[in-house]
């Protein structure tokens, strides 16, 4: 992927605070299992299950701590999209749908805290993943418009100014090596822009309901934003490869008297400055993408001693992209500012490496922190409710949940502080480096999922009494869990 359109990703440029955002992104907020929840009427000789009050609290609280992480990742989303001056009227478009979701679910929080029943807790909680799809939808949106924007506002017009001052520099000596380089350059330039065309558009045309009778709403809009980053990354390629070129191949001149002149391309002012305007673009974008992750990590409560590591690190990122900014900005030659413009990406790895980490680090300290103790004390209510009438289908479903809850905790057993030791160098050197840090987090969010479907299946026999709404196969309650992840949505 073009490491200029990364940060328009739900992974790159702040748009890594929305992958944060996505991420975050993104990333760290799928829900847990819904607390004990009793009906109105329960069954005869069910008489062991908690109060009804207790759980229509529990039920409004939950929904509270739901709509909050949401309005957040809202807030954080409608304050990055501000901070864009790509976006054009898309703008606008963007920060008015994200205000009305945070109208909206404020509305439906307000609803929720005066329901009177369970079932009317119940069902107005389920909307809040059902009507909204802040995580599966909405944030992704964002994330491919501020690319899609991105590509057409900024990368495409900065790819035809290269493009032209290759042209200019063309001439007999060196047409056999520039002149396809350049021809590659404007079809990657067709390519990238040809699937872009109309996407946002399209994209901000999307509903909640039209995500639910089709899961895979997003997947044409997640092929085009690829299309367009190969491409730009294949033309940037071709760029590089041209300046190299120029910078060897010195033009040939004839003076006045007729005897030939070289001049050195390598301190051309035009392309010197080009290239420092670029590198400080590149800069901002991955400053701007970790301010964004700082205040992401700095908003959860759950972190412990891994919050300050995190801000840390990221600070440190943020002075050594500064520092190597101000030196790109006093380069002399083409030559040393190309150098020093490949840095800001071999020596940091902003988006392949540092907002994955900040990602995966929530997502495991929110699984650890939050979800399994949640799942345990689940496990210790239906221990308690366990006796000789029930021990036949209570009883394997708390064990299951047991066998999950261990499976998750296995699979993140210090995972939090190796990903804290991984450092650009061992990307560089492999870059499957996060694969099994990811696969580990996939593997807990699995087992926590289980645990959870374990636990509202006892709820359901518990509610039906003697397992007349019990089935192996049912799920008919089941929590809908909101999205993360640090790739895509």
């Known amino acids: 992927m073009n490491r200029r359109l990364r940060a328009r990703r739900g ?12 991420a975050a992104s993104a990333g760290t907020l799928a829900a847990t299992a819904l607390p004990a929840v009793a009906q109105d009427n329960p069954a005869p000789g069910v008489t062991t299950v908690p109060t009804y009050a207790r759980q229509l609290s529990r039920i409004k609280a939950r929904a509270a701590n739901e709509i909050t992480l949401r309005l957040r ?50 069902a107005d909680y389920y909307t809040i993943f059902s009507g909204f799809r802040i995580y599966y939808l909405v944030m992704p949106v964002v994330s491919y418009v501020v690319n899609a924007d991105h590509v057409d506002n900024l990368s495409l017009p900065a790819l035809q100014s290269e493009i032209s001052s290759l042209q200019g520099q063309e001439n007999a ?27 946002s558009a399209q994209l901000l045309g999307y509903t909640a309901a039209e995500w639910d009778s089709n899961h895979g709403l997003l997947d044409p809009a997640r092929v085009s934003t690829a299309t367009a980053d190969k491409a730009l990354a294949m033309a940037q390629r071709e760029y590089y490869e041209a300046l190299r070129y120029l910078d060897h191949h010195p033009t040939t001149t004839t003076t006045t008297t007729g005897a030939p002149t070289t001049t050195s391309t390598t301190s051309e002012p035009g392309r010197l400055a080009a290239i420092q305007e670029r590198a400080a673009r590149q800069i901002s974008a991955r400053v701007n993408a970790l301010n964004a992750s700082i205040a992401l990590v700095q908003s959860k409560s759950y972190l412990g001693p891994d919050q300050a590591t995190l801000v840390s690190d ?27 413009y490949t840095d800001i990406f071999t020596q940091l790895r902003i988006y392949y490496l540092v907002v994955p980490v900040v990602n995966d680090v929530i997502r495991v300290d929110y699984l650890s922190n939050v979800a399994l103790p949640a799942d345990n004390q689940e496990i210790s209510s239906l221990n308690g409710l366990v006796n000789a009438s029930n021990q036949a289908v209570l009883g394997p479903l708390v064990t299951d949940m047991q066998d999950q809850v261990q499976t998750a905790t296995a699979a993140m057993s210090g995972l939090s502080a190796q990903l804290l030791t991984f450092t650009p160098a061992e990307w560089n050197a492999n870059h499957k480096l996060l694969v099994s840090a990811s696969a580990g987090v996939t593997s807990a969010n699995r087992a926590v999922a289980a645990a959870n479907r374990d636990y509202l299946r006892a709820l359901a ?15 008919h309650h089941r929590l809908p869990e909101p999205g993360h992840g640090h790739h895509g949505h």
């Open 11 to 22: 992974s790159p440029r702040a748009v890594a605070a929305l992958a944060l955002t996505l």
């Open 73 to 122: 990742s809202l807030d954080d989303a409608i304050a990055d999209v501000n901070s864009y001056s790509f976006l054009g009227s898309d703008q606008a478009a963007l920060v008015t749908n994200l205000q009305s979701d945070i109208s909206g679910l404020q509305a439906l929080d307000t609803k929720i805290q005066s329901d009177a029943t369970v079932q009317q807790a119940l």
């Open 173 to 199: 000596s060196n047409q056999a090596v520039i002149g396809p380089l350049v021809a590659d350059m404007q079809q990657e330039a067709q390519a990238a822009s040809s699937a872009t065309t109309g996407l």
């Open 314 to 340: 990221m600070q440190s990122d943020i002075s050594a992209l500064q520092a190597l900014g101000a030196k790109i900005s006093t380069d002399t030659t083409v030559a040393q500012a190309i150098s020093d």
């Open 461 to 475: 026999y518990l509610r039906g009494g003697a397992g007349t709404h019990h089935s192996s196969g049912g799920d």
